[in-house]
Structure formats: structure tokens, C-alpha cells
């Protein structure tokens, strides 16, 4: 009896503690100037792949090219992102089975969990961790998604994620899209042709002829920008539907580091040298399936800016009180520009 009270009291223990970690990290966060989408308020992402099925009260997420299934009321005004849950696919599964063997007359009924297992293919994706429990999220198949559940959900582009709350929420939802497309694009073999399978230990498509193994595709890139005592380079791109200040920005190419990408963007798209390169942070943007390195350098010499203008169609220098830019808490680019116009300390 003393054991089993002992053991009682550890485990209650354990949960205070973990409440209180949860507690001080949302307060952490909160408490910092600036973060962007992926530092979650009050939560913990757990991306290590895992062989398992989905039970009562597990997301699952269904993606069309690069729009996500959410609950209409998110639309109606509360703005408060909610998928589908493992329950309401049963649910909807058993109602038109119910119906369709009213039609036919047979009393069967196939509408249960296991049933919906076995009807359709979920891929598990990862865990989501707050101070509520812990949330999984798989992904569906579009194709087996019962039409009655359209009445309360609808598939919505990404770029929702921007402005929807929670943010760990919004996380989930863009970082499904990536990786769903992933699976999509990853089917057959790139040096055999043959249907690729899942791996059991990590996530990777495993080719069962010739043995290659393909990845996530994660593209690398830099944001970087560019000072000049108290004015900032800031950009638009050219034809682009987003028309608000940037920062330059381009991908890495092979055989150069990541500071020489620096060097060399900055080079093509104004025609300007950069010294004093900084390392700022990175992050990962699911929207365009990319690794982001933010940097800060100096000018070196000449500041008279020679437009790309089939990348740009702005190129300026901007004194911190002449910045437009308000923070927006999603995108490292914002952030950084955020923290120039504030005149805070960046780099390392």
C-alpha cells in the first residue's frame, strides 16, 4: 500500500511539474519582442517519425495540392483553427452506411473504427505537445473523405495559416500541406521508376527494386539584409501577388557555403558588396518547402543599388523611422526587418 501511494504521489508530481514547464515556457515566449510560426506559444513539436494508427481524439488533416481541409467555423468569424478528429470520420462513415442500407435494406453495419481503418490509409505525420495533452495528427485520403463532412469543413489555402489562431494550430495545418505534398510527389522511384514504400523506422520512401531512399525535400535559402549605418535595404519582388516590403532572399546552389550564398544573392539582385556577415537564426518555411538562414551584413562600399528587375521590382535604402513594416509574428523576414526598425541588437 506504501508503494502504491508512493507511486501515486510521483506521478502526481511528474504532472505538476510538467504543467508548471508548460506554464513558463507560453510565459517565456510571450515575454520575447519578436517569434515567428514555428516558436509555438506553450507547445512543443515532436516531428520523430512514428509506425503507428490514429485513435479517438487524433487530427486528421486532408490536403488538395496546397489547401488544407478546416472546420468552416474557423470562416465564420471566430477565427479559431479545428480539423477533423478520428470520432467525427466514424461517425460520418457509420451515417452513410446507415443510409445507404436503408436504401438497400440490408442491416449491416461496417461504420466503427476499425472499419474506417481499414477503408482508408493514414500516414502519420507528428505530435504536437502542450499543457493540455498531447495532439497527433495523421494524414487522410482525400478520396475516402465521406462528402457529409463538407458540410461543416472546406479545403482552404495555406496561406490561411498566416493570420489563424492558435499558433500551434496554424503550424500543424502548413506543415501537413509540406509534407502531404511530399508523399504525393514521392510516389515512384526517381532512378527506377517502381511505387516507392514507406520505411518502418524513419520518415523516407524506401524503393523495394533498386534500394534508393528519398527524403522530404527541404530546400535551402537565405534572407538577408543589408545595413548601412541606420538605413536598411528593403525590396518588393517582381510579379508577385505579394507586394510588401522584403528583404533580398535566394536559394543556396551547389558546392557554395551558405555565407557565400549570401555574398552572391545580394550581388545578383542590387549589385552590391557585403561585408561583417552575421549569422542571425533560421526557419523552416513549410508554405514554399524551405530552410531559411537569416542574415545581417554591412555594405562595402558603393551604395548606388543596379536592379534585377526580373527579380525586383524595388530595390531601396530606408532610414529605421521611414520602415513601413509592422510585426506580424509569422515570418523570419519580418522579424528580422522588425528588429532594424526597433534598433535592437541582432547577430552573433
Same mark, same amino acid.
Given at each position: 500500500?506504501?508503494?502504491?501511494?508512493?507511486?501515486?504521489?510521483?506521478?502526481?508530481?511528474?504532472?505538476?511539474?510538467?504543467?508548471?514547464?508548460?506554464?513558463?515556457?507560453?510565459?517565456?515566449?510571450? &515575454?520575447?519582442?519578436?517569434?515567428?510560426?514555428?516558436?509555438?506559444?506553450?507547445?512543443?513539436?515532436?516531428?520523430?517519425?512514428?509506425?503507428?494508427?490514429?485513435?479517438?481524439?487524433?487530427?486528421?488533416?486532408?490536403?488538395?495540392?496546397?489547401?488544407? %481541409?478546416? $472546420?468552416?467555423?474557423?470562416? =465564420?468569424?471566430?477565427?479559431? %483553427?479545428?480539423?477533423?478528429?478520428?470520432?467525427?470520420?466514424?461517425?460520418?462513415?457509420?451515417?452513410?452506411?446507415?443510409?445507404?442500407?436503408?436504401?438497400?435494406?440490408?442491416?449491416?453495419?461496417?461504420?466503427?473504427?476499425?472499419?474506417?481503418?481499414?477503408?482508408?490509409?493514414?500516414?502519420?505525420?507528428?505530435?504536437?505537445?502542450?499543457?493540455?495533452?498531447?495532439?497527433?495528427?495523421?494524414?487522410?485520403?482525400?478520396?475516402?473523405?465521406?462528402?457529409?463532412?463538407?458540410?461543416?469543413?472546406?479545403?482552404?489555402?495555406?496561406?490561411?495559416?498566416?493570420?489563424?489562431?492558435?499558433?500551434?494550430?496554424?503550424?500543424a495545418g502548413v506543415t501537413a500541406c509540406q509534407l502531404a505534398n511530399?508523399?504525393?510527389?514521392? &510516389?515512384?522511384?526517381? =532512378?527506377?521508376?517502381?511505387?516507392?514504400?514507406?520505411?518502418?523506422?524513419?520518415?523516407?520512401?524506401?524503393?523495394?527494386?533498386?534500394?534508393?531512399?528519398?527524403?522530404?525535400?527541404?530546400?535551402?535559402?537565405?534572407?538577408?539584409?543589408?545595413?548601412?549605418?541606420? $538605413?536598411?535595404?528593403?525590396?518588393?519582388?517582381?510579379?508577385?501577388?505579394?507586394?510588401?516590403?522584403?528583404?533580398?532572399?535566394?536559394?543556396?546552389?551547389?558546392?557554395?557555403?551558405?555565407?557565400?550564398?549570401?555574398?552572391?544573392?545580394?550581388?545578383?539582385?542590387?549589385?552590391? $558588396?557585403?561585408?561583417?556577415?552575421?549569422?542571425?537564426?533560421?526557419?523552416?518555411?513549410?508554405?514554399?518547402?524551405?530552410?531559411?538562414?537569416?542574415?545581417?551584413?554591412?555594405?562595402?562600399?558603393?551604395?548606388?543599388?543596379?536592379?534585377?528587375?526580373?527579380?525586383?521590382?524595388?530595390?531601396?535604402?530606408?532610414?529605421?523611422?521611414?520602415?513601413?513594416?509592422?510585426?506580424?509574428?509569422?515570418?523570419?523576414?519580418?522579424?528580422?526587418?522588425?528588429?532594424?526598425?526597433?534598433?535592437?541588437?541582432?547577430?552573433?
Amino acid at each position: 500500500m506504501k508503494r502504491e501511494v508512493r507511486s501515486l504521489s510521483i506521478l502526481s508530481l511528474y504532472r505538476l511539474v510538467r504543467i508548471e514547464f508548460f506554464k513558463c515556457l507560453e510565459l517565456y515566449i510571450l &515575454r520575447r519582442d519578436t517569434r515567428v510560426i514555428q516558436e509555438l506559444t506553450g507547445a512543443v513539436y515532436h516531428n520523430e517519425y512514428r509506425t503507428i494508427e490514429p485513435e479517438s481524439g487524433d487530427y486528421i488533416m486532408f490536403v488538395k495540392g496546397r489547401s488544407v %481541409l478546416v $472546420k468552416k467555423s474557423v470562416l =465564420a468569424g471566430n477565427g479559431i %483553427l479545428e480539423y477533423l478528429k478520428l470520432e467525427e470520420l466514424v461517425k460520418a462513415k457509420a451515417e452513410c452506411v446507415a443510409a445507404a442500407n436503408k436504401k438497400t435494406g440490408i442491416s449491416e453495419n461496417d461504420g466503427n473504427s476499425e472499419n474506417i481503418k481499414d477503408n482508408m490509409k493514414f500516414t502519420y505525420l507528428f505530435q504536437i505537445e502542450t499543457s493540455k495533452g498531447t495532439m497527433k495528427f495523421f494524414l487522410g485520403e482525400n478520396d475516402k473523405l465521406p462528402s457529409s463532412l463538407l458540410n461543416i469543413c472546406s479545403y482552404e489555402p495555406q496561406n490561411i495559416f498566416r493570420e489563424k489562431k492558435p499558433d500551434y494550430m496554424a503550424f500543424a495545418g502548413v506543415t501537413a500541406c509540406q509534407l502531404a505534398n511530399w508523399y504525393v510527389s514521392t &510516389r515512384y522511384c526517381g =532512378a527506377c521508376g517502381a511505387l516507392l514504400e514507406h520505411d518502418k523506422k524513419e520518415r523516407m520512401m524506401r524503393c523495394p527494386k533498386c534500394g534508393a531512399m528519398h527524403y522530404p525535400k527541404i530546400s535551402p535559402a537565405v534572407i538577408v539584409a543589408v545595413t548601412d549605418s541606420d $538605413k536598411l535595404l528593403m525590396t518588393k519582388y517582381a510579379g508577385r501577388a505579394y507586394t510588401k516590403y522584403a528583404l533580398i532572399a535566394g536559394f543556396a546552389e551547389i558546392g557554395e557555403t551558405i555565407e557565400e550564398t549570401v555574398r552572391r544573392e545580394v550581388m545578383e539582385e542590387v549589385g552590391l $558588396k557585403v561585408k561583417n556577415i552575421r549569422y542571425y537564426k533560421s526557419q523552416p518555411w513549410s508554405f514554399t518547402d524551405t530552410m531559411l538562414f537569416g542574415f545581417f551584413c554591412e555594405l562595402d562600399g558603393d551604395d548606388t543599388i543596379r536592379l534585377d528587375e526580373e527579380e525586383l521590382s524595388v530595390g531601396k535604402w530606408l532610414r529605421r523611422e521611414e520602415i513601413p513594416t509592422e510585426y506580424d509574428g509569422i515570418s523570419l523576414t519580418n522579424e528580422m526587418i522588425m528588429r532594424f526598425k526597433n534598433g535592437e541588437h541582432y547577430g552573433s
